[in-house]
DNA sequence: TTTTGGCACTCGAGTGTTGAGAGTGCTAAT
DNA sequence: ATTAGCACTCTCAACACTCGAGTGCCAAAA
């Protein structure tokens, strides 16, 4: 009994989007009307019983319905899962958003806000600082009070960061302004692995006689590129709010722990970062993460790209009974278009 | 009967410090307990009359204790609160926190944390972007892809902020260089908000004669500074989780209010807005603000100054049950030393 | 061998009742 | 002015009860 008849198969697939549906465990005569089948309520419950040896589907209590395990639902998206074509109409719309939004940094959080509107879920989207293939464009010093030097970093695609070093002693503008120069006609389009790579060479043959100006600049880089306290990645979160419809979430304590879990980020890099070697659509079921705070929680995410190179994961977070058929495509088309946005505006 | 005679007063005082310490209804033999008064419930009761009459208090069914309404909240934090003083060791811990931090964006965010952390409740902290007081440091033009110019503003006191402006043609590079270069040995130090009003009487006098590189300089700067369109004021809010504490707010309806309102931003900042003209700690009750979303709660805030000027607001959003007596100091303190952090990063 | 009908059983959700406890308002006595 | 006493009201928790949905299992039917 430990195989799974087609029969099987298709009962499960009509409960679990019957009960994504509803939320509500379904019975074995609900189940036997809403398939076209031809089977008795007690026909249903025998299958049932399978499913359930098999660890598929698990009843609440006694004399509820069955409802999909952790299992049941991977089972279901990986093998089971009909994907429902996007709307046009909202398609069209949707690419529209992209195109008419210029700043990149706006344009991640834009995405956010359009994922976590469109599924009426909590949107998240990841900015990877793995910065290694991006180009590198430009480097400013400015001088500020003390010893204190504020260094501006700007990449090919119009990202920009800010990094406050302390020197070990003051500069004046103008051996900033060279230090700058210097840095920005050698390495100028360089991508920023290719830069890290070439100071750590830099720096072995700094010696005596070199010019005092390469060596500032090279001092000066090398705190803002190699220096290892340096922030994570980028994490947007937005629509949290949304998740407070879902009456499995609506145990106050559990959702705190959701919360809690957005503000501190690290669990859902993890698990973004997971998503981002793979390429295409991923999906993590409630605890499959190991992260207890999403035990009810799905999260459904896909690496985009930027002219060909994977720059960072966006997805969406819900209860585990989410609409998958409509989300995944909706994550799939979003990840293409944002990918498609960047890469144009690189050039 | 509409005099608020002493001793009403100073049961009104037991009875909010009551409630707001176990949230639940006060009846008039606790009360009678409680106030060192050898009086006898029956003539608490008969003051509670009274103060009901005024609108002080109210009873929420016909046999429970009184709770105070949000006048009587106001009448207590207006004139019979007694702040406790601040525990010097933790005083002395989180002045500590202050010293250390230097990146004043960060200097921020670790701020609102430790407001959450400590109090409980949700921390809030304002940046504004009044920034015409303070000066102007330097301001980079870097060319992107298409007609776009990246604008890099760096404001003496460390904060940097990027804008994407798109030209009417494509500039050089080396155009690009000496526009700024003009820009930033005209303005260097002046306050931004002289800078604005220097450029509108500078476009008026510019002429075909005058230096073409003038011209682009005054017309990226007119973009930069003058675009209307800009984003309004910073706001950081963390420990939003923590509100999930409180039973008054455990309405999932009522919370995602409130959560929506920490992303929608608007109303807070109007809000917020308020507290800054009036120095020193203002506390919002209830609905007084006018914001239905605000309904059960209170917020306490203050602004705080660099260098003697008022750059922003910070504060603590909670139930409107929350220990005023506490939170109160708390804030004060933190405005004061954030400001006094701020002032000393600043030269 | 598979499917079905029937039957006994379980559980949860909803409902009505009841009694205890807390607190009030009012009045008469101090 | 204050207090004691009393009748009244309201909430809340406990309890018993019913109803319906659903199950498991067995024996009969296909």
Redo the contacts between chains.
Sequence with gaps: MTELTPRAEFLLKILVERYIADGQPVGSRTLAKKTGLALSPATIRNVMADLEEMGLVRSPHTSAGRIPTQLGYRVFVDSLLTVQPLDVEQVRKFEHEFRTE??P?HLIETTSHLLSEMTQLAGIIMVSRRESQVGF??L?F?G??GQ?V?V?L?TQD?Q?Q?R?I?AERRYSPAELVQAANYFNETYSGTPLGAVKRALVTDMQRVTEDMHRMMQLAIEIARRVFLDEKREGDDLVV????NL??FPEL?D??K??KL??TF?SKRDLLHLLDLSMRAGGVKIFIGSESGYEALEDCSVVAAPYTADGEVVGTLGVIGPTRMPYEHVIPFVDITAKLLGGALSS???
Tied chains: 1, 2.
């Design positions: 210029e700043d940094q464009h430009q400013e400015v500020l009070s204190r504020l501006i700007v119009g920009v800010n406050i302390h937005s629509g949290e709010s407070m419809e609506g106050i304590q959702l705190r919360f809690d503000t505006l690189g050039r």
